[in-house]
């Protein structure tokens, strides 16, 4: 059940981070912190009903995307990529130890 719920509010691979994929539409707001994602990232997301806030953490120093459909990094411009298959995401080169916040609307 647990790992159920886990994946409801994170997805990932060593490749790609997806925050809450599969939300229940009753949880309007809420907030989650210390998430264990794949390829060595922390990720902490808050939401309510039109906004989804995130900080991402990497314990080693890596590459990941994190799927979004419009999203800015903190004081930043948006910085939404599209892949070859029209995924939205946004690509976080992070050293060991860094961190970002991200902000996009749901």
């Not at 808050?46 to 590459?63: E, N, P, Y």
Request: charge should be positive.
């Amino acid at each position: 059940f647990s790992a159920g719920v886990y994946e409801m509010l994170m997805y990932s691979d060593n490749t790609k981070i997806k925050l809450l994929p599969a939300l229940p539409a009753s949880w309007q707001s809420g907030k989650i912190e210390n998430l264990h994602a794949r390829g060595g990232f922390v990720v902490s997301i808050s939401w309510d009903k039109d906004t989804i806030r995130a900080t991402i953490t990497s314990k080693r120093g890596a590459s990941i995307n994190v799927s979004a459909k419009s999203a800015r990094l903190k004081n930043s411009a948006p910085c939404v990529q599209k892949s070859a298959y029209g995924d939205a995401y946004v690509l976080l080169n992070l050293a060991k130890g860094e961190s970002v916040e991200l902000e996009y609307q749901r």
